[in-house]
């Protein structure tokens, strides 16, 4: 039985530990059009540049600036149809009493995913850092992409060809709260910031804190943006949420100094 799950998680936990990447896994096809975003001379010019490997999402790819000020998040979803190691992975780890990894259908999970980038464009920029949105494959006079991948091989990519978007770069939420020169003003930042949040209508699905924020400029931010929808109805109690979950947090980390 080890030797049987073993051999099932090997293919995902391989990519997982490499995080391999090929321009293929980035050709993202989807039946919705957003609408275009005309890029500035100073984005153009952060385009121009080249990009290294920084890390890698659920749903992207994550290359990081010459300057390192910004990121190229480069999506990527796992189109693969033949899921059949991972779906009998999945029903013995539930035999076993394990809880199972739960996947988005494919179509629902890319639409659900740049739709949350339009979302964090169009009516979220201060608050998530983002500057530049490339949803669609179409011509827009781009530069080509110049990127270097984990094992330091280069590419050139047609932008044309791909869906990506240019954040700027924020630092970590924890490590900022813990080294912090000005405690109490960055954790106003971060209430402050699920208060915009609320009044814009938006929520964030997935509620971990460490990984989907940090300070930009000492100004708390959202930096994964996949999972935002516009909920007003539902902002308010959400947000209640984070900050349940924020004061939790912070007393923990009060006992661990």
């Not at 385009?47 to 190229?72: A, H, I, M, N, T």
């Not at 949105?133 to 791909?162: A, Q």
């Not at 609320?198 to 994964?224: P, Q």
Request: with cysteine; charged share 30%; aromatic share 10%.
């Amino acid at each position: 039985m080890i030797l049987c799950l073993v051999f099932l998680a090997a293919p995902k936990n391989y990519k997982r530990w490499t995080h391999a990447f090929r321009p293929s896994k980035c050709l993202v096809d989807c039946p919705v059009h957003w609408k275009s975003v005309s890029p500035e001379k100073e984005i153009l010019a952060v385009l121009e540049r080249p990009f290294s490997y920084f890390d890698r999402g659920r749903q992207c790819y994550v290359f990081l600036s010459e300057d390192q000020k910004y990121v190229l998040k480069l999506f990527r979803f796992d189109s693969c149809r033949i899921k059949t190691g991972s779906e009998i992975l999945n029903r013995v780890k539930k035999w076993v009493g394990a809880k199972a990894d739960e996947e988005m259908p494919f179509r629902e999970n890319v639409l659900k995913t740049l739709g949350s980038c339009a979302l964090a464009y169009n009516k979220a920029k201060e608050q998530t850092g983002v500057v530049f949105i490339h949803l669609n494959l179409e011509e827009g006079g781009l530069p080509t992409l110049k990127i270097k991948d984990r094992l330091g091989r280069s590419f050139e990519l047609d932008p044309s060809r791909y869906r990506f978007v240019l954040q700027k770069r924020a630092d970590g939420f924890r490590e900022t709260l813990l080294h912090s020169q000005n405690r109490e003003a960055d954790i106003a930042s971060y209430r402050t910031l699920l208060k915009e949040l609320k009044a814009l209508g938006l929520v964030h699905l997935d509620r971990t804190m460490g990984r989907n924020f940090g300070y930009l400029d000492g100004k708390a931010v959202l930096i994964d943006i996949g999972d935002l929808v516009y909920l007003p109805d539902q902002a308010e109690e959400e947000m209640a949420h984070f900050e349940i979950r924020f004061q939790s947090w912070l007393e923990k980390m009060e006992k661990e100094k």
